[in-house]
């Protein structure tokens, strides 16, 4: 049952609550033992002067990084050249470089036997293990397989598969060959995959006949028809096959595997400009549009392989279990690119957290000997429910790292978390970062000297990362103990380099709010010690168990349907989910409909149009909507009732009608009281 809980507050914390390190940790470090590369650096000699170096000389900082973990095709003239004004941000120019070969070739020259991608399959205990040498074979299957139909260099190629080696092997296929793959999470309806394929223009989709998930059966290649039959630009594709099942086939798909085993097992990789485009990722704004986030080339790569080292410790012969899906920036850059630039051996999670029960994930854990294992507050909030033994019955002494992702994540199941599945021995890292920020900006480095971690902040920027915090005014807040707009006022490798097709865009959102600052939709509060919490979104963006929604994306799917006159969606505090999408709906006229199949009817069309995880948890049908004399919804006034703050509706002046507050209020009792019997 759902109740009000208020959102991140910004009371002091949780003092004397189990941290890290704990008393006894060690706190002696070598900086050149601790990253190799700063030996270059004369004169630096610990951690705090690598980090100011990382800020003041930036330039020298990331240029010898890059020199040392990338290998070149031919070498940068150039570190940066960075006009935040402009949203213009080149890094490593005239630099060239294949990412393909940087995440697979040169391993196979070390260790060609080494394990490149556990996939953990829905079912436990058949996962599937693929060496560097293998996954380069298929890579260049792929790759020769896309040449052949006619894919070039700059064409976009759109991944809509789960999580699996074909998977990895069709991104890393499009890397090698230049063309720019843009996967759409394989959970979004027809319609939503449909926009993203228009908006990129791709003329090939690569899927699978079906997905497993959970022990069910998913009709993947069903959606994908569906959704190419309003995309003329789609000329062919490629289905690989999950099941054994036949699916129908017309004439634009290509069989995968079949095709792919008449090509050679070698392709010759381009050589890319560092600027030119990997990936466009799409992600959710405060419009109705998604936005397609640009990555380039060397930045990305160079950004998410030192995050992935430093953050979560990771070391050469550790296996680094990240469970988000591909199709979000998380399996982009730590199921993929940065694990596997490192040479390191990554799990493919396929299936839930509570499939076939809810030690899943743990039974998982021993099964595989999981090192680091990343994941997010939604799936530890809704373990942590079932209970400790469930998570005490398996062996988690692999465990080293425990990292968390997308969304704060509250105390009690950071506490949990630490406490539980970690024994109270491996230090929690809140990692904040964004699809825009390409890798994680924000989070407690332990390996760090000193490394104090306190529950449920994200503690300290990452080397580079210059964050600062603005007032309503657009002054920069200089004191500790403060709260405001979270920016980051300087450029770094990994951050987007546009919006697809959408330039002005890019500006507004992120460069004119704040000038010369990159701004990042959330709000935060920077501790007495200088450390950092996330406070949430200030946009009208929600976090749906940690995938980001815009209100503005369900307002535009509920308004399709022929009874909705206009609606209002904003998000409300949900013990499980982070948040859930609370929408108020006005009938148009003379609707002959009971609420309840209104409101089947509306979820339905959600579903539909974005996505199942998008289906509002309450619609509240309402007579009018609270609006300012000029006619704009007040959805402050709404977030306020649904919070239970009527004290705190704020200044009501411009408010054209104040009986629809009243009416609202009681509705939103009655509902609740409904839900309860329920
Ligand atoms: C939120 C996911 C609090 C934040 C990597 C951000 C977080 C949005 C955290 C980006 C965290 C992500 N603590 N909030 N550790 N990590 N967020 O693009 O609001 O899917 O702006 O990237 O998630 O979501 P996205």
Redesign the pocket.
């Known amino acids: 049952m759902w109740r009000v809980r208020p959102l991140a507050s910004l009371r002091p914390l949780l003092a004397g609550r189990p941290g890290w390190p704990p008393a006894r940790a060690a706190s002696s470090t070598n900086i050149s033992a601790f990253m190799p590369e700063a030996a270059a650096f004369a004169g630096v000699r610990d951690y705090p002067a690598l980090k100011q170096l990382s800020l003041r000389q930036a330039e020298r900082f990331w240029e010898a990084l890059a020199r040392a973990r990338l290998s070149w095709i031919s070498p940068f003239h150039t570190v940066s050249d960075c006009d935040l004004a402009r949203g213009s941000i080149r890094w490593f120019e005239g630099g060239r470089l294949n990412v393909s070969v940087n995440c697979i070739d040169r391993h196979v020259h070390t260790s060609p036997d080494k394990v490149a991608l556990i996939w953990e399959r829905d079912e436990p205990g058949a996962e599937v293990k693929i060496t560097y040498r293998h996954l380069l074979e298929v890579t260049c299957r792929v790759a020769n397989t896309l040449k052949r139909q006619g894919v070039r260099k700059g064409d976009r190629v759109t991944i809509y598969m789960p999580a699996s080696p074909i998977a990895v092997a069709s991104m890393l296929a499009c890397a090698r060959i230049g063309a720019v793959h843009t996967v759409v999470f394989a959970g979004f309806s027809a319609e939503a995959l449909a926009d993203r394929i228009q908006d990129a223009q791709s003329e090939t989709v690569i899927t699978t006949n079906q997905a497993v998930r959970g022990g069910r059966i998913i009709e993947l290649k069903k959606t994908v028809d569906q959704a190419v039959k309003m995309c003329p630009s789609v000329k062919r594709v490629l289905v690989a096959k999950r099941t054994e099942n036949e699916v129908p086939m017309s004439n634009i798909d290509i069989p995968l595997e079949e095709e792919m085993m008449r090509e050679e097992a070698v392709c010759d990789p381009v050589a890319m400009e560092s600027e030119d485009l990997l990936f466009l990722l799409y992600?959710s704004g405060s419009t109705g549009k998604p936005k397609g986030m640009v990555h380039t080339q060397a930045g990305y790569l160079l950004y998410t392989s030192l995050t992935h080292r430093y953050v979560f410790d990771y070391r050469d012969g550790d296996v680094f279990g990240c469970v988000a899906d591909i199709g979000?920036?998380?399996g982009h850059s730590y199921v993929v690119y940065g694990p596997l630039c490192n040479g390191g051996t990554t799990v493919l999670f396929e299936s839930t957290p509570v499939y076939p029960n809810p030690g899943r994930y743990w039974e998982m854990v021993e099964r595989l000997k999981i090192n680091q294992f990343y994941g997010a507050p939604t799936a530890i909030r809704l373990l942590l429910k079932y209970g400790d033994e469930w998570v005490k019955s398996h062996d988690r002494s692999s465990l080293k790292i425990l990292g968390?992702?997308?969304?704060?994540?509250n105390s009690e199941a950071w506490d949990w978390y630490y406490r539980v599945v970690g024994d109270g021995r491996c230090p929690v890292v809140?990692?904040?970062?964004?699809?825009?920020t390409g890798g994680i900006c924000i989070?407690p480095c332990p390996a760090e000297r000193d490394a104090e971690i306190i529950p449920a902040m994200?503690m300290r920027p990452f080397f580079g990362i210059d964050p600062v915090l603005m007032d309503d005014q657009g002054r920069r807040l200089m004191g500790n103990n403060t709260a405001g707009s979270l920016c980051i006022a300087q450029p770094w490798p990994g951050m987007a380099r546009t919006i697809y097709n959408d330039h002005d865009r890019f500006i507004t959102t992120y460069f004119k709010p704040y000038p010369n600052h990159f701004f990042?939709?959330?709000g935060a509060y920077r501790s007495e010690k200088g450390y950092y919490r996330?406070t949430?979104?200030l946009d009208d963006?929600i976090?749906v168990s940690?995938?980001?929604l815009g209100t503005a994306e369900i307002e535009g799917a509920v308004n399709q349907h022929r009874v909705v006159a206009e609606s209002a969606a904003i998000g409300c505090a949900h013990e499980i989910k982070g948040e859930a999408s609370y929408v108020f709906i006005v009938l148009k006229d003379g609707v002959d409909m009971t609420e309840h199949v209104i409101r089947e009817e509306l979820k339905g069309i959600v579903s539909q149009k974005i996505a199942k995880y998008a289906v509002p948890d309450y619609i509240q049908i309402v007579k009018r909507l609270p609006k300012t004399r000029s006619g704009k919804i007040m959805r402050r006034v709404l977030r306020k009732i649904v919070e239970r703050k009527l004290d705190e509706l704020g200044d009501l002046t411009t408010l054209d009608d104040h009986t629809a507050i009243q009416e609202i209020v009681a509705g939103h009792k009655e509902m609740l009281k409904k839900e309860a019997k329920e």
């Open positions: 992600t979000w920036i998380t968390s992702v997308g969304e704060p994540i809140d990692t904040w970062w964004q699809t825009e989070a994200v990042t939709g959330d996330i949430g979104r963006v976090n940690g995938h980001r």
